[in-house]
Structures are given as structure tokens and as C-alpha cells.
């Protein structure tokens, strides 16, 4: 009886521990952009358009619908270019990718006639309310790190509200 009430709880404890590696090793390490690009005059969705993540070697191409995905995008701040024969090429700069959340950036181009070198520069700016977000987040960086007074990451918590 003793025997069985061991291996019971070994057992137990065997599970609870493959549990947590699991949860551990399939925690993600990058963002993804995702959004829909349409045209400037009639609202209409652009098919085919390129959309490249400048500095990188990640991008694709809208489908049918205008929508396009791009997965596994390191953490960082970067430029977001769009661009298609017979359009304006547009440029969003500074957006942000964080772990494990989706960027959303929507496009619109606007039709031009050939016109070598000349492109559209938006800067882009953060939503001021996140709509798939059900609790109070605080997201330091290392920017924001290196320019406070600690001295260990615990200071750093120490400091965040909530």
C-alpha cells in the first residue's frame, strides 16, 4: 500500500513537470503583422500587392481579399513598405513588434500613373485602446531599462504600476 501511494505521487509529479516544460518550451519568442490593404479612390481591396518589412528578410503578398500575414517577426521596431505597379509606393515607419501579439497595420494606396521614385511616408502611431487586450499590460523595453536608476530587475518591477 505504501509502494502504490509513492509511485502515485511520483507519477503525479512526473506530469505536472512535462506540463510545465511544455508550456515553457512552446512560449513564443516572436510578433506577427497582419492587415488589409486597399485602394485610395474606391475602397476597393488590392490583390497582389508586396509588403516588406525593411532591414529584414521577411514580406508577402495581399491575397484576393487585400489581407496579408507575415509570422515570426523578431521583436523590434521597424519599417513597413507597400508596393505595386501602378500605385504609390506607402511607407510606415517605427512600428513595433512585440512577442507573442499581433501588429495590426491596414494600407491604402493610392493609383498613380508610372512614376519612378516616389513614395508615400506615414509614421506610425499605437491605437490608444488595444481591442483583444482583457487586462492592464506594462511593456518596458530596454531603451526604457537602461535609462532608469536600478540596479537589478527586480527595481524594475518594483517601479511598474499594478
Known sequence: MFLYYITKRLRGCLIFIILVLALITHAGTTGKITGT??????????????????GTSFGCAT????????????????????????????????????????????????STILDLGESITVIGKKSIVQRDLTSTVSIVGSE????????????????QAG
Open 63 to 110: 491575397d484576393a481579399n487585400g489581407y496579408y500575414a507575415i509570422l515570426n517577426v523578431t521583436p523590434g521596431t521597424y519599417d513597413v513598405v507597400f508596393s505595386m505597379i501602378g500605385y504609390s509606393n506607402t511607407k510606415y515607419e517605427n512600428i513595433r513588434i512585440r512577442i507573442d501579439q499581433t501588429t495590426t497595420l491596414n494600407a491604402v494606396l493610392k
Open 37 to 54: 490593404v486597399v485602394e485610395k479612390e474606391n475602397g476597393e481591396p488590392l490583390y497582389g500587392v508586396n509588403v516588406i518589412v525593411e
Open 144 to 159: 526604457e531599462i537602461r535609462s532608469m536608476p536600478v540596479e537589478d530587475f527586480s527595481e524594475v518591477l518594483e517601479i
